[in-house]
């Protein structure tokens, strides 16, 4: 299944046309945003949550690995709260 041209446009100016697309975005309710981490611009889906600032999954993995101060901090915590969760059922259980 191909996309069809929806519209077509020549200019000699690249302002012009950007402004083209800008437009034309507005006009069908389109939104994009810059990653926050790579600096890309990608299209937002809605809802927009807070997880929509980042373009991927490896840019938030990235991003929370920055968070924690690096990825053996990360590693860590994750085993702590793996470590909790797992304490937590047993607790459940009895």
Do not use: D
Not at 75 to 82: A, G, I, P
Request: charged share 30%; glycine share 6%; proline share 2%.
């Amino acid at each position: 299944h191909r996309k069809q041209v929806s519209a077509l446009y020549k200019s000699e100016s690249f302002l012009a046309l950007a402004w083209v697309e800008i437009l034309w975005a507005i006009r069908h309710g389109i939104y994009a945003q810059i990653c926050e981490n790579c600096g890309a611009v990608f299209r937002l889906g809605g809802p927009y949550t807070r997880r929509a600032y980042l373009c991927s999954p490896s840019c938030r993995r990235q991003h929370r690995i920055e968070k924690m101060g690096g990825a053996e901090q990360l590693r860590e915590y994750n085993r702590l709260r793996k470590r909790k969760s797992r304490e937590k059922q047993l607790r459940r259980r009895r």
